[in-house]
Structures are given as C-alpha cells and as structure tokens.
C-alpha cells in the first residue's frame, strides 16, 4: 500500500524540481538576451520575476478566499489555510521584490529608486507584514481569526491597485510595461520559459500550502487533546474533592 | 554566457534546498498524522 500511495505523488513531486530547474537553466542559457534593455544579458531575471509576482497575487486571492470561508463557517482550518497562503504571498512578494532589485541594479544603476512600482511593493510587503504582527497581538483564538480574516480582506483589495492600477497610472516610472503580453515585447522564447516559471510555482506554491495547512491542522488537533485533557482532569479533581 | 554559469547556480541551489526541506516535511507530517491516528484509536480502544 505504501508503496503504490506514495510512488505516484513522489515522481509528481521529482517531476516539479526537473520543471523548476529546466526553467532556470533555459532562463539563464536558452533565451537570447532581451533587446530593447540598457543590460541585455541581465534583463533574463525577468523569467524568475513575473512568475514570482504572479504567484503572490494567486497567493494573496486563497487567503482571501479562505478569509470569506472563515467569516461565514468560522471554522479554524479555513483560518489556517488563510494565514498559511498569506504567508507564502508574503514570500513570493519578497522574492518578486528581491529579482526586481537586482534587475534595478542591472537596469537603472541602484538596487532601489523608489520607482512607482517599488514603491508599491514595499507598501505591500508592510501590509502583508501588519497582518501576521496583528495575528501575533491577539491571543484569543476565537478573535484572532475573526480579525485576521477580516484584515486579509482588506489587505488583498489593495494588491491590484498597489501592484497594477497605481504603477501603471504613471508614466513617471523605470519599469517596463506590456513586456510581456504584447507583440512587440519580449521574444517568443521568453514567453515559452515564463508560463513555464509560472507553472512550475503555481505547483511549488500548492505543495508548500499543502503541507504547512496539514501541519497547522495537526496542531489544532493537538491543542484540542490538550484542552480536553486538563477539562477531563479538571472534572476528575472536582470529583474527588467533591467525595472526600 | 559562461559568465552565467555561476549565477545561474544561485537559483538552482535555492530550489533543490526548498524542495528537499518541503519533500522532508511533508514525510514528517505523514508520519505525524499516522501516529495522531495510533493514539486516536488507542483512546477508542481504552474507551
């Protein structure tokens, strides 16, 4: 039984590092250096970029659906699935702003210029950051999840306007816009290792989703144990002072 | 190009480090939740 349970998730999950590291190699040594960019050669790191920022966003959208889901079951798995997916956002957002940094440094001459869309990312990341400070401030459970759930809401309607609607109001921006989806943009090839990245992330995304609500469900369980335990001997304490 | 060679490394290393951790946790909670399992039932059974 082992054997067959466990053979078919293991070759997906061998499959999903071959993907992730066929796309960097083919970022790095297959595509052609991006035309139209002052450092051709490093303007690649925009295959490892987009799929970031994409996955954050796709990240950001579970949390807040999971938010809904808790706000209307109050069901403490769903709130763990919400802080778990916010999480990961938190993380894809750092590596989005990482890449994009280095593509700074590459492209306009320093890691920051307070760019638009840097800008931004960085009002992001501090509301992404707020949320699990505000998780850490709350010790009732009950209260804890209704607050985060309803934060989260709040946080993910500014990801489209902090991350497409405000950047792209401008035209007093560094940052490249319609690179990617336009026929002028980027070559052909860059498009096939991109989706690819996002693919690829997606999974990566899922799996580590997976698992961290699974070990947060543990824990939920582990705690309820507990919590009857000492009402169990709680009760049992009473008993016997009650009989003496 | 063989100038990227080492920077393309730097990638690489970060997902097959990711991929190992997140391969290890996901056999750790397997585990967990077998043994969570065990218990449950030895409750039932002293029950």
Redesign the interface.
Known sequence: MTNASTFGPAIGKIALLLLLCATTVAGFLWLPAAKGFPQPEMARIVVFHVPCAIVADIAAAVAAWYAIVYLRRRRFTDDVKSSVSFGLALLFSLLTTVTGAIFAKSQWGGYWNWDPKQTAILMLLLIYVAYFALRAAVDDPRKRASLSAAYALFAVVAVPFLTYILPNSTDQTLHPKNVINTRDGLDASYKIVLWAGVFGLSLFYFWAFRVQVALGTLELRLNERVRRASQKSVAHAVVVEARK | ?PA??P??LV??II??A??AY??S??AK?KR??RE?QRLHAGESEDL
């Open positions: 190009m990227l060679i920077l393309m990638p690489l997902w097959i990711v991929w997140l391969w946790l996901d909670v967990l939740e969570m």
